[in-house]
T-cell receptor, first 114, second 111 residues
Framework: AQSVTQPDIHITVSEGASLELRCNYS??????LFWYVQSPGQGLQLLLK??????LVQGIKGFEAEFKRSQSSFNLRKPSVHWSDAAEYFC????????????FGPGTSLSVIP | SQTIHQWPATLVQPVGSPLSLECTVE??????LYWYRQAAGRGLQLLFY??????ISSEVPQNLSASRPQDRQFILSSKKLLLSDSGFYLC??????????FGQGTRLTVV
């Protein structure tokens, strides 16, 4: 069965520090991978996605993620965190026969210290 | 452009009462539709997804059901709500092999 794990439930970083959020997936075929961000009480906004091609993908708000097939990982990174980045981050995998089932990880809550 | 509407934004219902949450998508046809639940402090749990009218896949057996009476309409229902049904419900759509786009969510509190 398809699954997504995010080992870190909560991360706290100082403003200006670098950030890496971990994501591991379990899927038998080549996955479609996503990172979403959710502000409190809001819906989800797509940060970036990987379908094929270059394994390092750039997203909005200065985020990037790298797909590593050998490690079944899709970690999210940002070189310098801003206070406004404090939110919940979700990794997701598109699965199913036609990738029509989107499975989410449990999320990582990010706090930013001024 | 495509938009997704989900309502109501907030709902307080007594235990044992019925539930109906509605989601509609505009600007596209034959989308994949999804219902997710996000309990407090937890991730998104896929409840139902649909690839076409009348086609519903249930991911988690529970007190809820879903229906898709029209191409761009997805309804989440319950005949009798439980306290454990409280949470944040999100509707989403996707088309082909793309990312999912989310509505603003419904905060359901069962009292």
């Amino acid at each position: 069965a398809q699954s997504v794990t995010q080992p870190d439930i909560h991360i706290t970083v100082s403003e200006g520090a670098s950030l890496e959020l971990r994501c591991n997936y379990s899927y038998g075929a080549t996955p479609y991978l996503f990172w979403y961000v959710q502000s409190p009480g809001q819906g989800l906004q797509l940060l970036l996605k990987y379908f094929s091609g270059d394994t390092l993908v750039q997203g909005i708000k200065g985020f990037e993620a790298e797909f590593k097939r050998s490690q079944s990982s899709f970690n999210l990174r940002k070189p310098s965190v801003h206070w406004s980045d404090a939110a919940e981050y979700f990794c997701a995998v598109g699965a199913g026969t036609s990738y029509d089932k989107v499975i989410f990880g449990p999320g990582t809550s990010l706090s930013v210290i001024p | 452009s495509q938009t997704i509407h989900q309502w109501p934004a907030t709902l307080v219902q007594p235990v044992g009462s019925p539930l109906s949450l509605e989601c509609t998508v505009e600007g596209t046809s034959n989308p994949n539709l999804y219902w997710y639940r996000q309990a407090a402090g937890r991730g998104l749990q896929l409840l139902f997804y649909s690839v076409g009218i009348g086609q519903i896949s249930s991911e988690v057996p529970q007190n809820l059901s879903a229906s898709r009476p029209q191409d761009r309409q997805f309804i989440l229902s319950s005949k009798k709500l439980l306290l454990s049904d409280s949470g944040f419900y999100l509707c989403a759509w996707s088309k082909g092999q793309t990312e999912a786009f989310f509505g603003q969510g419904t905060r359901l509190t069962v009292v």
